[in-house]
């Protein structure tokens, strides 16, 4: 009673909604408080977790609820046409089935990558027969100028951004952690370790560009939410399993950089929420899907093969990733409105064989 008092207390009225029989307050917060129920503790930053929210009666909600099935129909739970993505590294492996995945549902996808030949030869493979487009724009996303030089080159082309998958990402070289001798192992993961310059290179790739791009875009995401009732733009991280397991899987600093990956998706997720944007920032941590950097190669289609053999021990799933597994996967992170903040993984089980940290 004593913390409804209080709630009550906090919250003031600022316009009045009309239902059939009643007339109620709007209520919203105008700074920053604890709110404590008896059912949660949350904090309330500025006008947006509650601004504008009618109160009606339980019973038009029921009636809301039950008037329709339409809104469970496979476009409305997951209809990306006419949405807006920007996808880095679209051009291979995983960046390529998120393309696909969005452009056959009817999206426009702008992608980028260093490769000019790559981005082409996707956009001539696989623009033919879909209700969405692909477009290259070549772009290194590790280093500001870059990052900015891309936002002006969206910013002139389109009002607004609705989805941005930061997936673009190197791998690290390999260090052997066998040696069971304290001398013999720090020979291997000191002395002859993958230098510390490359240290940078993954963490740059990896890290500060999801960073830096998913900032760079802000005002761009923030458009893509205020123009369409319903809809909040969302940013969608590729970390990886490796940044889940306990084991180094021999590189190090592969791994420590999806971790940090993971993490920098649940800060920026925070803030961005916290200063009352509306703008959903989660992450997809993949398991082992052919591509590039798991291949070593793209074919003439610019997909990439593995054998599903390797696999069969490793994994419960007994194979490597399909294009669908992580097509799907992209469709429900980037259209689920009601997910922020966090990591899907879709591995076929390989954190549930390696074990987590
Ligand atoms: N495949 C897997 O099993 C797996 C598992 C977990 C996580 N991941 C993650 O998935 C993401 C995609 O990797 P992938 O496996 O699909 O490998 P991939 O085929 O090598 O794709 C990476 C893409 O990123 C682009 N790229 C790399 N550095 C870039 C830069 N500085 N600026 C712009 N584009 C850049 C590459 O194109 P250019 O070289 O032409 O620039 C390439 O198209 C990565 O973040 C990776 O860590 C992959």
């Not at 009225?13 to 239902?19: Q, R, S």
């Not at 941590?285 to 997909?303: L, R």
């Amino acid at each position: 009673m004593l913390q409804r008092q209080f709630l009550r207390a906090l919250l003031r009225p600022t316009h009045a909604i009309h239902t059939s029989n009643t007339i109620r307050p709007a209520i919203y917060t105008s700074s920053r408080h604890l709110i404590s129920t008896p059912l949660y503790n949350y904090s309330i930053t500025q006008q947006h977790y509650f601004s504008h929210t009618p109160i009606r009666p339980q019973s038009d909600l029921h009636k809301m609820a039950s008037a329709s099935n339409e809104n469970f129909k496979l476009e409305n739970l997951f209809g990306v046409k006419g949405k807006v993505a920007l996808i880095t590294g679209g051009g291979s492996g995983i960046g390529l089935m998120a393309t696909q995945a969005l452009a056959t549902n009817g999206a426009k996808v702008y992608i980028t990558g260093r490769t000019q030949e790559k981005l082409d030869r996707v956009a001539s493979l696989y623009n033919k027969n879909i209700s969405g487009e692909i477009i290259p724009i070549v772009s290194d996303i590790t280093s500001k100028e870059s990052i900015s030089k891309l936002v002006k080159e969206i910013e002139s082309r389109e009002s607004h951004l609705s989805i941005l998958i930061n997936n673009a990402g190197i791998s690290s070289s390999t260090d052997n952690t066998e040696p069971s001798d304290a001398t013999e192992l720090k020979q291997s993961l000191f002395d002859d370790a993958t230098p510390m310059s490359e240290w940078e290179d993954t963490y740059r790739t990896n890290v500060m560009q999801l960073y830096f791009t998913t900032t760079a875009f802000l005002p761009l995401l923030q458009k893509g939410s205020e123009r369409e009732k319903g809809w909040s733009s969302t940013v969608v991280n590729i970390t990886s399993i490796s940044g889940i397991v306990k084991v180094s899987q021999h590189h190090f600093a592969y791994n420590a950089s999806k971790a940090a990956a993971i993490h920098l998706t649940k800060m920026l997720a925070h803030e961005v929420a916290d200063s009352g944007l509306r703008i959903r920032v989660n992450n997809i941590a993949p398991g082992v899907f052919p591509s590039e950097m798991t291949a070593g190669e793209s074919d003439e289609k610019q997909k990439s093969a593995l054998a599903k053999e390797k696999y069969e021990g490793k994994v419960p799933a007994a194979r490597p990733g399909k294009d669908e597994d992580m097509a799907s996967a992209v469709l429900f992170v980037s259209t689920n409105q009601y997910l922020n903040g966090q990591t899907v993984v879709v591995d076929g089980g390989y954190v549930l064989a390696a074990g987590t940290v």
